[in-house]
């Protein structure tokens, strides 16, 4: 069974920085595509920031140039460098993993648990 394990949520004032991360965990599998869903009180789940197994990157176009991902294919991890955060980035920020592969036959999207990232002053 893969888990992927976030971390790097917290408070932050407007115009801060914040790093989360996502590790995938449970033994033999391959990875697609790995990125960051966000979801807000009230509102439905949104993508933030996705990026392939091959490095390219596909972003919502609220965060294009305050935000970047980037990925460890060799770790399978996903990271999310925010930066100019504003309030309107206060959310619950999924990891996601897409078609991930178990042998011998199971592909599968897996979610994480959620890390909360509030921006407030």
């Known amino acids: 069974q893969v888990q992927l394990v976030e971390s790097g949520g917290g408070l932050v004032q407007p115009g801060g920085s914040l790093r989360l991360s996502c590790a995938a965990k449970?033994?033999?599998?391959?990875?697609?595509?790995m990125g960051w869903y966000r979801q807000a009180p009230g509102r439905q789940r949104e993508l933030v920031a996705m990026?392939?197994?091959?490095?390219?990157?596909n972003y919502a176009e609220s965060v294009k140039g305050r935000f970047t991902i980037t990925r460890d294919n060799s770790m399978n991890k996903v990271f999310l460098q925010m930066n100019s955060l504003k309030p309107e980035d206060t959310a619950v920020y999924y990891c996601?993993?897409?078609?991930?592969?178990?042998?011998?036959?199971?592909?599968?999207?897996?979610w994480g648990q959620g890390t909360q990232v509030t921006v407030s002053p």
């Open positions: 449970g033994g033999l599998f391959t990875i697609d595509d």
């Open positions: 990026i392939s197994v091959g490095g390219n990157v």
């Open positions: 996601k993993a897409e078609n991930v592969y178990v042998p011998p036959s199971s592909h599968s999207d897996y």
